[in-house]
């Protein structure tokens, strides 16, 4: 840790126990943070107002007029920055485009913690936080959370009360449907999915979605779920604010999840689709035949040879990502004739037949598959599984599903990973 961070966030941590007393309390610190009422209509996130603390906002003459949502649940992960920052680290906040800032522990074990976190890979790479935002701190971009609790992992825990989190509500798909979420109206748009077991909020929900409505929820946010962002807010009371009475861009518009993605583009097939920077990215070009192909007058290195200059190294393009994989196999392929794409070979276990519907060049489309369970038991990624596939009509085939790992599970998979890969078969294009 280098002095200046250190000293940044026990002062922070000392004034944060010297404020008033409030109604809001984080974690088990007892972390007190001030807070101004918010009048009926008065919406705490005016696009010409400045943020403070979690507590208050400022308008343009300096005069504290509203409160932020608490710090809660708050996905993202911990990077170190370059040699040279005036800071050590940073938190990036997903999805990617939502920001980053300055994070410390309000312990020397929640530091620690967040120091563990550094530039760590999946799994594991991404954690939940809770904790005090303070934006009149010298950090990184000039804001810093100090975080008062921090978990990871795909089992849910107790629920943090929701009380009037302001924002739009979009569509998102994750995993093998339609979520709505809400993207908060705030200098860090987080996003949240939402639900309710109350038909009627549930069909308000899905009315005001994508409407471009500003709304306050209600509710409880459950955190380590299979869900966008890894959490879920339970809807029990959604208000509806006046059209105007906030002035600021909506944060769908400008949030796109494959923004800074790179391209591979497959010039002898014809295709091209974005992928995350951390995605790796690995070619196949033919790994043998069938024994009765074999032509009069060549042998099999003669033949192999001729396989490679007809079809290339690009047969198999694979793309692993996380916990996850997507196997496209080009039409020459066709039942992985020459090489194998994607994983082979599951043991003894229990096979059942799933099917999904997914969004793929621009339309929704059907796909079928299966889940896996080991008959030893067990929730690793090698123990319970998932592999879906389709084909195109000309014989291109698609594959993707959950790496076999053993220090990772399946909600792990779904939580953290699907969704990434059926956002890259989303941007799958035909070129020629």
């Known amino acids: 840790m280098q002095l200046t961070k250190k000293t940044i966030w026990k002062i922070v941590l000392i004034l944060a126990f010297l404020l008033p007393l409030s109604c809001n309390t984080f974690g088990s610190l007892d972390v007190q943070v001030e807070t101004t009422p918010v009048g009926a209509t008065a919406s705490p996130f005016p696009a010409t107002a400045t943020l403070v ?3 208050t906002f400022k308008d343009e ?4 007029i509203a409160v932020a949502p608490p710090v809660a649940g708050w996905l ?3 990077e170190t920055l370059p040699e040279g920052s005036p ?7 997903s999805p990617e485009g939502t920001g980053s800032l300055g994070v410390a522990g309000a312990t020397t074990e929640l530091e620690n ?10 799994p594991g790479k991404f954690a ?5 935002l303070n934006c009149e701190i010298e950090d990184y971009n000039g804001c810093q959370l100090l975080v008062t609790k921090l978990r990871y992992g795909a089992t849910a825990t107790e629920g943090d009360q929701v009380a ?13 449907g339609l979520s709505s979420v809400l993207v908060l109206d705030y200098r860090f748009p987080m996003w949240f999915s939402v639900d309710s077991n109350d038909m009627d909020i549930k069909s308000q929900i899905e009315s005001l979605r994508d409407s471009g409505a500003v709304v306050r929820l209600w509710g409880e946010l459950l955190t380590g779920i299979p869900d966008v962002n890894g959490s879920r807010i339970q809807v029990n009371r959604i208000e509806v604010i006046t059209e105007g009475s906030v002035v600021a861009p909506p944060a769908e518009a400008t949030i796109d999840p494959t923004e800074g993605w ?20 690995s070619e196949q070009g033919p790994l043998g035949f069938p024994t009765d192909d074999l032509p009069d007058g060549m042998d099999t290195e003669q033949y192999m040879i001729a396989l490679q200059e007809q079809y290339g190294n690009t047969l198999c393009v694979s793309i692993k990502y996380s916990l996850g994989f997507i196997g496209i196999s080009a039409p020459p392929n066709s039942g992985y004739k020459y090489a194998p794409c994607g994983p082979t070979g599951l043991g003894a276990g229990e096979v059942m037949s799933r099917a999904e519907t997914i969004l793929f060049l621009g339309q929704p489309i059907a796909v079928n598959g299966f889940e896996f369970n080991a008959a030893g038991g067990g929730n690793t990624l090698d123990a319970q599984t998932e592999i879906f596939n389709f084909i195109l009509e000309d014989g291109t085939q698609f594959t993707y599903g959950a790496l076999p790992r053993t220090d990772a599970t399946y909600e792990d998979y779904l939580t953290k990973t699907k969704d990434t890969l059926l956002e890259i078969l989303e941007t799958y294009e035909i070129t020629n």
């Open 53 to 55: 603390t979690n507590g």
């Open 61 to 64: 003459s300096g005069q504290l």
């Open 76 to 78: 993202g992960y911990v």
């Open 87 to 93: 800071f050590d680290d940073a938190l990036v906040l």
């Open 113 to 122: 913690e967040i120091v563990g976190l550094r530039d760590k890979e999946e």
């Open 128 to 132: 939940h936080f809770w904790g005090k």
């Open 164 to 176: 009037a989190w302001q924002g739009k509500l979009m569509s998102h798909t994750f995993n093998s």
């Open 262 to 281: 790179l391209t591979y583009t497959n010039e002898r097939y014809g295709y091209q689709f974005k992928y995350p920077e951390t995605a790796t990215i």
